[in-house]
Structure formats: C-alpha cells, structure tokens
C-alpha cells in the first residue's frame, strides 16, 4: 500500500512539476512562486485524491509532492528557486524535449548522485511527508519572498513610462555611471538614456540605453535588433523593460555583432536591491525600500 501511495504521490510531482516548467518557459523563463499553485490548479487536471488534505497538517497532497519532488529538479539544475522566483535554466529548457516521466528520473538521478556527496546534508524523508518542517518553513519564507516582490512589481506597474524611465537613470547612477542625457517627454527617439564613465564622456564605451514600460509584455527580437541598427562605433547596449523578452530576442541580442544586454523585470529588481544602499536619498524614494531579515539557512 506504501508503494502505491508512493507511485501515486510520484505521478502527480511528475505532472504538475513538468506543466509549471512548460509555463515558466512560455512566460521567457521566471514565474513568481506565489503564482505557482493557482497556475496548477487552474491548468493541470487533479483528481480527487490529489486534492484531499493528508496528514496532521493537512497538507493538500498534490502541494506536498510538487514541493518534495521540485528539490531533486533544483539539484538536477533544471530549475532555481531564488528571491520568491522560480526561473528555468538552459537544462530545463533542453529538458522540456523529453517526456514528463524522463524529467522526473532525470531529477531523481541527479539528486541521488548529490546524496552520495552530501550525506551530512540531506535531511531529506524518503517520500513526502508533513513531519519535515524545515522544508515547510524554507517553502514559507519562498512565499513570502514572491509576496515582497510582486509588491515591487506593481509598484513599478503603476508608474508611467516616464518614470520607470528616470528609474533606470537612477539604477545606472548608483552602479557608478554619469547621466547626462535623460530622453523628455514626446516623440521616442530610440535611445532614452546616455551613460558614461566619467562627467565629460571622454572614456569609453559610451552606454546607450533604450527603455520600455510593458510589464506585461514580451519584447521581440525585432525591437532588439532595431536597437543594434542605431548604435555606432564605441557604442554598447542596455535595453531595460519592465517585462520579459521573448526567446527570439535573448537570441537576436545573444547572437549581435554588437553588445546588447538585455535587462527584463526580474533582473531590474535584483539590481535595484543590490545597488540601493549606493542612490541618493531622492533616488531611493522613486521605489523605496524596507529590509526586514528572517531566519534561514547557508543552503
């Protein structure tokens, strides 16, 4: 009956785990954890008994077999789970080539070979169970993570083009760069924003930026390779959104004779975070931020 239970519990991991990887690569690849649960139980079919609460905590159990199993997908590398988001790596996008049931073994046989290294690390049951509360408190703190930062996310939503736009002018200012040159309201000219290394410019590469407010939105390689065309000799690229890029972009901006990063959403909150100790006070209140530190692991 164990085994069945077993069989069971694995079946579902193996199904709703393999749908969440498909969407996080739909979505350009990063899904905010709090989203995950509503996408399953929205879009994967489950049954009754996957449903049903188990255990004293009553855990619903297609919950608890997607959070056990997703640990041997993080050991495979196929997905990371980082600040309240989950994002697919280039195995998980390759992996979304095999069956549903090969990405699970897939995922069982990298997290074996990681036991075999880490014996004195694993504190992991050897089959889903509500007892193992350091898991439960690690998925808790994933929570309230993506619950930060899709609070920043809207935050940014809300703003006007314009002002995501002198956002990102006060991003690059605090990384260390000079800017002189901030687009005004009207017609867009491509280029929004000219960085440079020191106050005059005299030092290369001059850092033309393009920016784009569609956070709901992908931009396509077009827009990316319409940026390639204006810039010159000397130049190089940042083109900033408050949303994602298509695959067909990152490739179009992967694969340009010139440099173009590509800084989507997720990225421009990872550096918003990393570099607002360094703004000025009137460049911190444009998206201000509280830190607040909670108990965890050096996992």
Not at 41 to 63: D, F, H, M, Q, S
Not at 143 to 154: C, F, P
Not at 201 to 222: E, F, L, M, N
Request: aromatic content about 10%.
């Amino acid at each position: 009956m164990a085994k069945e239970h077993v069989g069971r519990t694995k079946a579902t991991a193996t199904k709703t785990l393999y749908a969440v990887m498909k969407e996080i690569s739909r979505r350009g690849g990063s899904m905010p954890a709090k989203e995950l649960y509503p996408f399953v139980e929205a879009n994967v079919k489950l049954t009754e008994w996957e449903l049903e609460p188990a255990g004293k905590n009553k855990y619903i159990r297609w919950t608890n077999s997607f959070q056990f199993y997703s640990i041997n997908y993080a050991k495979a590398g196929l997905i990371v789970k980082q600040k309240g988001m989950w994002y697919l790596t280039p195995e998980g996008e390759a992996a979304l080539k095999l069956s549903p049931e090969e990405v699970m073994e897939k995922g069982e046989v990298a997290y074996r070979e990681w036991r075999k290294l880490n014996p004195r690390e694993d504190k992991r049951d050897e089959e889903p169970t509500d007892e193992n509360a350091e898991r439960d408190r690690a998925e808790e703190l994933n929570l309230l993570e993506s619950d930060a930062r899709e609070g920043i996310r809207q935050f940014i939503v809300s703003k006007s083009p314009y002002e995501f736009q002198d956002m990102v002018a006060a991003l690059l200012r605090a990384m260390g760069y000079h800017t002189p040159f901030i687009a005004p309201k009207g017609k867009d000219g491509g280029i929004d924003i000219i960085a440079y290394l020191d106050p005059l410019g005299a030092q290369t590469p001059r850092i033309k930026v393009q920016v784009k407010h569609k956070p709901d939105t992908a931009i396509g390689a077009s827009e990316v390779r319409a940026l390639s065309g204006i810039l010159k000799a000397g130049d190089i690229a940042l083109f900033v959104t408050s949303g994602t890029y298509s695959a067909d972009a990152r490739n179009a901006a992967s694969g340009n004779d010139k440099f173009i990063r590509l800084i989507d959403g997720n990225d421009f909150i990872d550096m918003w975070q990393e570099y607002y100790d360094k703004m000025t006070d009137d460049d911190k209140n444009m998206l201000p931020l509280k830190r607040i530190a909670f108990l965890g692991n050096n996992e």
